[in-house]
């Protein structure tokens, strides 16, 4: 079950013509697929249109009263290739995945799908992860699109205008027999805004006829001599076709200004952040008017050069707002302005940066220097307050080293925490060792307080990152594998790869039952029952099925003493062949949300429930903070010493503490000190615990009176 | 200048500066239902992604009123993020969340409202401090009431805490408070209620909110930041136990001697007396004051002889398994985690200690030769090594566990016979006669030499590492008498000693020191 459900909001995909959406853009987008009578969906998770995923798993019902299928894929390029079921049917289908690691996994099925082309709509819907707040390599999606010749949706971020989006890529997609890409940015999935709904729409061809009564063309399929037509026909048939549907269904924008002489070319996503720019330099008004003539490309690929001459004609220059490099836009512009012989200036990349997220400070700088160089009549640019300026300045530079960056960690109580602690104590035994890290919640090692992996090369890669690592060595690198990764590709890119060459490098597979980075959607391998998925597929299974002959599986990381004598042995064993640990305990996050209710339910109800915590005795801790090195937990965390004679803060663990024990466990293996204690309190308790609670409070309180009598004040 | 835009309103700006999993959305929620309930349209982004998990994270709002609105073709076109210099109203769940929003450029000294909480939740940097590695709060605090328009800066976790409820409800109660919103105090409640959750905590956590931001006058500049006394961080201030058995005061004569020290270093040795007298008798006080008196002779301003004071009661009183078994077991402790865990009259508490007794101190806590022979004897050492792998877990709250560290505690007569005192006692005795020798011709360094003590701490290999540094510093003396700054560089030392656990960067701090130094000749 992922992280957020979204068993509410989905009621409103049933809301009928004329009524008022209001929710986030990812709930809006899965409403315009069901009014464009979309018949299949399929994805893979990540944000930020994980909850893209999610919004699908639960709606999964009014999905199938539809007749819509929805598919969770194994991974990215599965997703696409789910899209074959529109070559050859005129069945609409769409999935979605992450930019730019997602089209990368994708591109296999992406290229075959584009060159054969399409008869059923086929739309692929990017969650554009650039910018604040990402956790990929800064790339852009725009180059994928016009190698594969993809037709490339970039709408503007409000939901009529992404809702709009989604049906008119389905209806380009027929067209033009191409499949078409629709990029959201992270803010615009997440934007909460309205749009008018429409009625949902069945659709009136199924996959059932399709599978009753199959259709095949050869010449759809990527083998020659097919595949030089596809590129012919690209050329020849498909971008004409897409160049004259986006020209007369007006997918691009054009919005009039009295300052005709010059204007500004956007991405439909930059329009929002290019308008308040031109606000804030009293060139527009919030409801949308602009002095500045603009040409919103809802459409970023093809370019259409007609509409481009249009706007370009007559202007002294244009400006182009494109996030993102290399500045394909730009240089196209370019390109077809000469052709057209038309001598506006082109402005964009000299006034707005090359690299890094377009913010509001950003655009409204490059607009001003724009507008100030061609029309310095028009901007009345009061020269901002110096007083506040310098009062801003002051003000930051006096906390320049008072504000740390405050990267993502392990959650309270993770079960991946202790895995790191037991390879820092091996190693303190064993020295450094290579370690290759994979994407999920275990990436966090690399930051404080265990700074631990080298690099990581791709989501189920972290076995593959240490492939060279098989030479005749007195340590074997380490490699670090999710469940999530393992099952999108790391079973055979990382294991089959690993037992098939013969190394002895170490695997370590966090199995924590969920794709917990992405919002903890369950995997094969989940014990959670999933009422519509296959779960409790063992990982050990699969591993020992491709080969692997030396597999530990421990079913509770937390404790450290094993991980750690686990670890120890297979870095030292001499067993050839790789070595897989499978570490194994429930994401908490997951966990508590599951239990928590569940506690506070029995508890009401009168059962005996025992809940444990930890805490520090602030007498016996000496402030050197080796605990908190070792674990990073946020619940462990600082407190100024009670203690006059001393300065340090003490360690103090938070009433946020899960009691999963690591701190105790760390604490005797480590061997660092006898300052945790665990407190288990007993609601409901029995008779019998009273009973015992009377005896000993009568021993122990008894000799506890003795010990005050001779114990002096320790504060007056 | 032209403007052909007849004057309309703007956007209301908000921005929201949270840690992941703080409820920062469901603040945001709650704006967008209280905006949209009031004839305003609301658009809210935020950036989930992975800084979900613990980082920090923006949720930004624009609120727009709908009769501003002129035909039905023109919705208002509203921001995906704040841009600065642009922000009405910066709400931070955090003191240093409010410090990052002035870096951002978000708050602004001609238009923000500054709503902060100003409790700390420690970054990791922070946390992994080897000594204190804490920010100075007060200079965030400045810099926050001099960065925005108007600031409304309280405690709201310790808020939130007391009404049993999330900061979320406090930040929104502030929000109301502060008057910035052009909806009344009966909206944001209705929001709540519409809201579902847990209603009856939110509204007593959004009224206490509403009520400490109007107590102070909301329409000056800069109100005055009411501090948690007396340290930031207000959950901690009642530590103290409250209902302990009372406990035998140590005897005022003996307090008394305190007041013959200079009068900075009174608080401090009337302290190590109480410790020292508490650690193991009132004749080891004295013992204490004895060795005080020399160096207070040598004092000039006050300085040497408080952080000696300090020092020594912290020497004389190491963590022995004597001390911690002593104080595990102490009524005043039992009932400081009842009230550190919530225990409530219903419910049952059990208390579990993590130790690990090695053999290293076992043999401590013997008489001299015995704990030396253990210790010498390979294979005595073998088979107590042996019994001693793994950390024992003792019920402190079960008569067993109890008893066992009665026992151990009640060994305490023994203790000046133990192997641990005998090295500590030299150890400290050759530390304090350094001290006084040093001061008599370097006075500053010897406060410094006095202060380095403080690297000796902790237990096992904590301990054994600390006492490397310390004797690393200590080797170094004779060069540092040499030169003029020896004191700065001392502290130096004693900082570098106190950057990792590896002793890296006080090698390469000492390697450096030690390099030929190339003055010019005067």
């Known amino acids: ?716 | 200048m032209n403007a052909p835009f007849p004057q309309r309103p703007r956007p209301i700006t908000i921005a929201i500066l949270a840690m992941g999993g703080e409820g920062g959305g469901v603040l945001a929620d709650w704006i967008v239902d209280l905006a949209e309930s009031n004839r305003y349209i609301a658009q809210l982004t935020s950036v989930p992604g992975v800084a979900q998990r613990t980082g920090a994270t923006i949720y930004y709002l624009e609120l727009y009123p709908r009769a501003g609105i002129t035909d039905a073709a023109h919705e208002p076109v509203l921001a995906l993020m704040p841009t600065p210099g642009d922000v009405d109203i910066v709400i931070a769940s955090e003191l240093m969340e409010a410090g990052r929003a002035i870096q951002r450029g978000l708050i602004t000294p001609d238009r923000t409202t500054l709503i902060a909480s100003i409790n700390r939740v420690f970054s990791m940097t922070e946390r992994i401090a080897m000594a204190d590695g804490r920010v100075d709060a007060e200079k965030l605090i400045e810099a926050c009431r001099s960065a925005a328009k108007t600031m409304h800066a309280f405690d709201m976790a310790a808020i939130a805490e007391a009404t049993g409820s999330v900061i979320s409800a406090v930040l929104f109660g502030a929000i109301a408070g502060a008057g910035v919103l052009p909806f009344p105090r009966q909206a944001f409640e209705g929001a709540i209620k519409r809201g579902g959750k847990g209603i009856a905590a939110s509204v007593a956590a959004f009224t206490a909110g509403f009520e400490a931001t109007t107590a102070g006058d909301a329409t000056v500049k800069t109100p005055a930041v009411t501090l948690p006394p007396p340290t930031l961080d207000g959950q901690d201030s009642d530590e103290t136990p409250t209902r302990a058995p009372p406990h035998k005061p140590v005897p005022a004569e003996l307090l008394e001697e305190a007041e013959k020290f200079p009068p900075a270093a009174r608080a401090i040795v009337r302290a190590g007396i109480e410790r020292t007298a508490d650690y193991q008798s009132l004749a080891y006080a004295r013992l204490y004051l004895d060795r005080l008196a020399p160096v207070a002779k040598a004092d000039s301003d006050g300085r040497l002889i408080t952080e000696t004071a300090r020092q020594l009661a912290l020497g004389m009183t190491y963590e022995d398994t004597i001390r911690v078994a002593e104080l595990k077991i102490r009524p005043s402790r039992f009932q400081r985690v009842r009230e550190e865990v919530r225990v409530n009259d219903g419910q049952i508490l059990e208390i579990a200690e993590f130790m690990h007794p090695r053999t290293q101190e076992i043999a401590d806590t013997l008489p001299a030769p015995l704990g030396r022979f253990i210790l010498h004897t390979g294979w005595m050492r073998g088979l107590i090594d042996r019994l001693t792998r793994k950390g024992r877990v003792v019920k402190t709250s079960s008569l067993r566990g109890f008893l066992l560290l009665y026992i151990v505690a009640s060994l305490k007569p023994l203790r000046p016979r133990s192997l641990r005192y005998e090295v500590e006692n030299a150890h400290l005795v050759e530390w304090l006669a350094t001290v006084q020798r040093i001061a008599a011709t370097h006075y500053d360094l010897a406060v410094e030499v006095a202060a380095a003590r403080n690297l000796v701490k902790g237990y096992g290999d904590t301990h054994e590492r600390g006492r490397r540094c310390f004797d690393a510093l200590i080797a170094m003396l004779p060069a540092l008498s040499q030169r003029p700054d020896g004191a700065a560089q001392l502290a130096a030392l004693r900082k570098a000693a106190n950057a990792d656990d590896t002793g890296a960067a006080l090698e390469a701090a000492i390697a450096k020191m030690k390099e030929p130094q190339l003055e010019p000749s005067s």
């Not at chain 1, 122990?700 to 009598?709: E, P, T």
Request: with cysteine.
């Open chain 1, 1 to 716: 079950m992922a992280e957020r459900s979204f068993e509410q909001e989905v009621e409103k995909l049933k809301l009928g013509a004329g009524a008022e959406f209001r929710g986030e853009g990812i709930l809006a987008i899965t409403k315009a697929l069901l009014e464009s009578g979309v018949s299949y969906v399929a994805g893979y998770q990540g944000a930020p249109i994980s909850h893209l995923m999610d919004v699908l798993a639960d709606a999964n019902d009014i999905l199938a009263e539809l007749g819509v299928h929805f598919e969770n894929s194994a991974n990215e390029a599965t997703a696409a290739a789910t899209l074959a079921a529109s070559v050859n049917y005129p069945l609409r289908g769409a999935v979605t995945f992450k930019s730019i690691v997602g089209v990368n996994v994708a591109s296999d099925a992406l290229s075959n799908l584009a060159s054969g082309g399409v008869t059923g709509g086929a739309l692929i819907i990017i969650g554009e992860d650039y910018g604040e707040g990402s956790s990929i390599m800064q790339e852009r999606v725009h180059p994928f699109a016009m190698k594969s010749q993809i037709w490339l949706l970039d709408p503007r971020p409000n939901l009529p205008s992404i809702v709009n989006a989604v049906k008119q890529g389905f209806a380009l997609s027929e067209a033009t027999n191409t499949p078409v890409m629709l990029e959201v940015r992270i803010r615009a999935c997440h934007v909460h805004g309205r749009f008018e709904t429409k009625d949902n729409v069945r659709p009136s061809y199924t996959l059932r006829d399709a599978m009753e009564s199959p259709r095949r063309q050869t010449d759809r399929i990527v083998l020659p001599p097919a595949s030089y037509l596809h590129e012919k026909e690209k050329i020849e048939t498909r971008w004409p076709a897409a160049v004259k549907f986006i020209e007369d269904h007006k997918l691009n924008e054009f919005f009039d200004g009295d300052l005709t002489d010059i204007g500004i070319v956007l991405q439909g996503g930059m329009y929002n952040t290019t308008l308040r720019a031109l606000e804030l330099a009293g060139l527009a008004d919030s409801l949308g008017h602009s002095r500045v003539p603009l040409y919103v490309l809802n459409v970023t690929y093809p370019l259409i050069d007609r509409e481009l001459v249009r706007f370009a004609q007559g202007k002294r220059a244009i400006l182009i707002v494109e996030e993102g490099q290399p500045e394909f836009i730009e240089q196209a512009v370019n390109t077809i302005l000469r052709r057209a012989d038309i001598q506006t200036q082109i402005e964009g990349k000299g006034l707005l940066p090359m690299a890094g997220e377009y913010t509001g400070g950003v655009v409204r700088d490059g607009v001003k220097a724009f507008v100030r160089a061609w029309r310095p009549d028009a901007i009345s640019d009061a020269p901002p307050s110096n007083e506040g300026a310098v009062r801003i300045a002051a003000a930051a530079k006096a906390i320049e080293h008072n504000v740390h960056p405050r990267p993502p960690s392990f959650c309270t109580g993770c079960p991946e925490r202790p895995i790191f602690t037991a390879l820092k104590l091996v190693e303190r035994e064993l020295g450094a060792h290579h370690v290759s890290c994979d994407i999920g919640c275990h990436l966090f090692s690399i930051l404080p307080p265990f700074n631990i992996g080298a690099t990581t090369m791709g989501y189920g890669l972290g076995g593959a990152g240490a492939s060279a690592f098989n030479a005749k060595a007195d340590r074997r690198a380490i490699a670090f594998l999710g469940d999530g990764g393992f099952w999108h590709n790391g079973l055979t890119s990382s294991i089959g790869n690993a037992v098939f060459n013969k190394s002895d490098n170490v695997h370590v597979i966090v199995d924590n039952g969920y794709t917990s980075a992405t919002g903890g959607q369950d995997v094969l391998s989940s014990k959670a029952d999933n009422k519509i998925r296959s779960t409790h597929n063992s990982i050990e299974k699969a591993v020992r099925g491709v080969g692997v002959e030396w597999v530990r599986t421990i079913t509770h990381t937390y404790d450290v003493g094993q991980m750690r004598d686990t670890l120890r042995e297979a870095l030292t064993t001499k067993e050839k062949g790789p070595k897989v640990i499978v570490a194994q305990s429930e994401c908490m996050l997951n966990k508590q949300r599951r239990e928590r209710p569940l506690m506070v339910k029995a508890i009401k109800g009168g059962e005996r429930v025992v809940r444990e915590r930890f805490g520090v005795d602030p007498d016996t801790c000496t402030g050197d903070h080796s605990c908190i090195r070792l674990s990073g937990c946020p619940s462990l965390t600082v407190a100024p010493n009670p203690d006059p004679l001393r300065t340090e803060p003490v360690t103090k663990v938070i009433n946020s503490c899960v009691g999963c024990g690591l701190c105790g466990e760390v604490a005797h293996a480590a061997v660092l000190c006898p300052s945790f204690y665990r407190a288990s309190i007993i609601n409901n308790p029995s008779r019998w615990d009273h009973l015992k609670a009377r005896l000993r409070n009568a021993v122990i309180g008894f000799l506890q009176r003795r010990i005050a009598a001779r114990q002096f004040a320790a504060a007056a």
